[in-house]
Nanobody
Framework: QVQLVESGGGLVQAGGSLRLSCAAS????????MGWFRQAPGKEREFVAA????????YYADSVKGRFTISRDNAKNTVDLQMNSLKPEDTAVYYC????????????????WGQGTQVTVSS
């Protein structure tokens, strides 16, 4: 089982940028399909972005397409989420997740989760 630790959250004004990072340990990182999800208060956890094992294929929610970029470095065991042009509606706890099989956009496909990092975007 891989262990995941997110970092990089914080408070930013609308239009600003943040870069989230997820550090993995415990197993061969390249064996895992990785995703980022977020959950705002009172709302269900929602898909943000995902990346294939080698990093060649990426997936994005429509709400973040063109603003967020997911990337991974299998040598460093990290997956990052660069978030630009942030909006107040992006405010949420962001979670990194791992799946041994194709994870896709559904959170139930991911077996391993980090503890989350808070992102707050002020208007």
């Amino acid at each position: 089982q891989v262990q995941l630790v997110e970092s990089g959250g914080g408070l930013v004004q609308a239009g600003g940028s943040l870069r989230l990072s997820c550090a993995a340990s415990g197993r061969t990182f390249s064996n895992y399909f990785m995703g980022w999800f977020r959950q705002a208060p009172g709302k269900e956890r929602e898909f943000v972005a995902a990346i294939s094992w080698s990093g060649e294929i990426t997936y994005y929610a429509d709400s973040v397409k063109g603003r967020f970029t997911i990337s991974r470095d299998n040598a460093k065991n990290t997956v990052d989420l660069q978030m630009n042009s942030l909006k107040p509606e992006d405010t949420a706890v962001y979670y990194c997740a791992a799946s041994r099989t194709y994870g896709g956009t559904g959170y139930r496909a991911y077996a391993t989760w980090g503890q989350g990092t808070q992102v707050t975007v002020s208007s």
